[in-house]
Every structure is written in structure tokens, then in C-alpha cells.
């Protein structure tokens, strides 16, 4: 898999409606692809298909189907504040660790094998160094760093990364349940209460 950044980079961003429409039609097919299909049924061919557009249209905006597997992880991470649960800014406040845990789940996308594509390509992409300094970013964001020392919040944050990515990579559904942050929140207590 070649992912040099300016092969990954999409081709033009949707400025009109219509574009946008078709951009997004496009990012829906492959996350229903992966979905049902796997990577062995996402093609650039199928994921046009899929999205009722001509092949021309798919390369207009995506150089190859990886392409699409970031931007899918981009999305997800922008749309982050329309999905917050109701309770997540009196919980932050109270807990900021649980924050910066759920915001990092949060930022995965929705379906479980889209999220590990994307994550496996990510990971290929951008790097585990420059990955662990976003998430790191979102824990500082978050406030669940705040009086730890330099080897103790990266200890927290990559023990969270590391559990989360497995999860990911091994499709485990209840990624994103109340049981599952709570497993995290207390893993992450146990570390720095040592």
C-alpha cells in the first residue's frame, strides 16, 4: 500500500451543493462497502457503483480508494461536537479523563470494520509518533493531564491508545459502550494512582 501523503491527498474538495452531495454519496458507498464487503469488496469501481456516480466522479475527488479511508476518518473527527451525548460537557468537567478517552473513541469511525481500515491506514499514513501527538492533544484538550508527569501521561495515553487501537483492529463491538469506557477510565486511574 503506497501512502505517501500526496497520493492519499484528495484530488478537490466539494465547494457546490452538488459536489458535496456527491462527495458525500461517495464516503457513505465505501463505508457500506467495508461494511458489508470488507476491503476484499471495496474497489474505487464498486464504491462508484455504490454511490450512483461514474468513475470519472469517484477520481475527481479521490486519487484511490485510501484516499477515501482518511477522509472518512477526517469526517468522523470533525463531526465529533454534533455527536457528543448530552452529558459530555458536565462529565468532562468532572472527570476530564473520561473525556479525553471518549473523545479519542468518539473520533473512530462509527462502523467497526470502516474504523479499522481507516485506522490501519492512518496509522500507515500519518505514523504511531505523529498519532500519539494527537492523541496526546486530545487528553491536553480535554484536561486529563493536568499534574501528571511527562512519563506518566505518556504511559496513561498510549495504555488507552494501545487498548482502543486493539479493540479496533480485533472489531469489538462494544467499543463505543458505557462498560467499555468505564474499563478504560479505571485502567487509566490504576496507572496513575501507582
Same mark, same amino acid.
Given at each position: 500500500?503506497d501512502?505517501?501523503?500526496t497520493?492519499?491527498? %484528495?484530488?478537490?474538495?466539494?465547494? %457546490? ?5 456527491? &462527495? ?7 463505508? @457500506?462497502?467495508? !461494511? ?6 471495496? $474497489?474505487? =469501481? ?7 456516480v461514474?468513475?470519472?466522479s469517484? &477520481?475527481q &475527488? ?10 472518512? *476518518?477526517?469526517?468522523?473527527e ?14 468532562? @468537567? $468532572?472527570?476530564?479523563?473520561r473525556?479525553?478517552?471518549?473523545? &479519542?473513541? =468518539? ?14 491506514? #492512518?496509522? %500507515?499514513a500519518r ?6 501527538r494527537?492523541i ?7 484536561? *486529563? ?14 495504555? #488507552?491508545?494501545?487498548?482502543? %487501537?486493539?479493540? #479496533?483492529? !480485533? !472489531?469489538?463491538?462494544?467499543? $463505543? ?7 478504560? #477510565? ?9
Amino acid at each position: 500500500m503506497d501512502t505517501d501523503k500526496t497520493f492519499l491527498n %484528495q484530488r478537490r474538495m466539494p465547494v %457546490q451543493a452538488r459536489a458535496r452531495a456527491t &462527495y458525500s454519496a461517495i464516503l457513505e458507498a465505501a463505508a @457500506q462497502l467495508l !461494511e458489508r464487503h470488507g476491503k476484499r469488496g471495496f $474497489t474505487a =469501481n464498486k464504491v462508484a457503483e455504490r454511490a450512483g456516480v461514474s468513475i470519472g466522479s469517484f &477520481y475527481q &475527488y479521490f486519487p484511490n480508494k485510501d484516499a477515501i479511508l482518511l477522509a472518512i *476518518a477526517e469526517r468522523e473527527e470533525a463531526d465529533l461536537p454534533k455527536r457528543a451525548r448530552p452529558d459530555d460537557a458536565r462529565e468532562t @468537567q $468532572t472527570s476530564a479523563l473520561r473525556g479525553g478517552i471518549r473523545a &479519542y473513541i =468518539n473520533m473512530l469511525p462509527d462502523h467497526p470494520r470502516t474504523r479499522k481500515a481507516a485506522l490501519e491506514l #492512518v496509522l %500507515q499514513a500519518r505514523g504511531p509518533v505523529d498519532v500519539g501527538r494527537e492523541i496526546d492533544r486530545r487528553f491536553d484538550a480535554a484536561g *486529563a493531564f493536568a499534574g501528571l508527569s511527562s512519563a506518566e501521561r505518556f504511559v496513561v495515553s498510549r495504555a #488507552v491508545v494501545g487498548v482502543v %487501537q486493539a479493540a #479496533v483492529l !480485533e !472489531e469489538r463491538e462494544d467499543l $463505543t459502550s458505557a462498560d467499555f469506557e468505564d474499563c478504560l #477510565v479505571r485502567l487509566a486511574l490504576g496507572v496513575m494512582a501507582m
